[in-house]
């Protein structure tokens, strides 16, 4: 069955140093993977997609991701912390079955930037 | 431009009751999603709607159905409310093309008594 995996609940991280938020996933085919961050008594936002192309994908608010297929992963990461970035990240992968598909979230991250 | 709204925001019913929410999207996206997001269980797909028609839905008992109107907006009903649907109610709109990201609502609080 398709799945996407974010296997820490919350990750902690210092201002100014480097943060990484996992995801692996599973599908069949060639897998569209996203990211989206939700922010205290707001909607999700989307920050990066990859649907094709250079493994490393640039998004929003200097945000990045690099899709590894040997390790089915789509790690989100980002050089410098800000206290700002804190809030709840979603993976999520696009599940094609049966002639359609839908979106598979994974339970989400939370993000913690400490100043 | 003006984003994905909800209504309403706020929603108390009791239990055995039906509960309808309302969805519109972004100018010229024909794609709306609904997600129930309960607490520590992330997103759930709840249904697809695109042009009209339903084109898949999740793993939900029927009681959860819903409608796509001509002008892109939908609604998700719920019938037979029990305790467990309390959760807050996502809606998103998309382009229709695969592999678009999606534009997320504020949500609906839905919650039964």
């Known amino acids: 069955a398709q799945s996407v995996a974010q296997p820490e609940d919350q990750v902690n991280v210092a201002e100014g140093n480097p943060l990484t938020v996992k995801c692996t996933y599973s599908?069949?085919?060639?897998?569209?993977l996203f990211w989206y961050v939700q922010y205290p008594n707001r909607g999700l936002q989307f920050l990066l997609k990859?649907?094709?192309?250079?493994?490393l994908v640039k998004g929003s608010y200097g945000f990045e991701a690099e899709f590894n297929k040997s390790q089915t992963s789509f790690h989100l990461k980002k050089p410098s912390a800000l206290v700002s970035d804190s809030a709840l990240y979603f993976c999520?992968?696009?599940?094609?079955?049966?002639?359609?598909?839908?979106?598979?979230f994974g339970t989400g991250t939370r993000l913690k930037v400490l100043a | 431009e003006a984003g994905v709204t909800q209504s309403p925001t706020h929603l108390i019913k009791t239990r055995g009751q039906q509960a309808t929410l309302r969805c519109s999207p972004i100018?010229?996206?024909?794609?709306v999603y609904w997600y129930q997001q309960a607490l520590g269980l992330g997103l759930q797909f709840l249904l697809w709607?695109?042009?009209?028609?339903?084109?898949n839905r999740g793993n939900f008992p029927p009681r959860f159905s819903g409608r796509q109107f001509p002008n892109y907006s939908s609604e998700l009903n719920v019938n037979a409310l029990e305790l467990e649907d309390s959760a807050l109610y996502l809606c998103?709109?998309?382009?229709?093309?695969?592999?678009?990201?999606?534009?997320f609502g504020p949500g609906t609080r839905l919650t039964v008594l």
């Open positions: 998103a709109s998309s382009l229709s093309t695969s592999g678009h990201e999606q534009f």
């Open positions: 599908v069949s085919g060639n897998p569209y």
């Open positions: 990859y649907i094709t192309g250079d493994n």
């Open positions: 999520a992968v696009r599940d094609w079955n049966s002639g359609t598909y839908k979106y598979i």
């Open positions: 100018s010229g996206h024909t794609s």
């Open positions: 709607y695109d042009e009209g028609e339903e084109r």
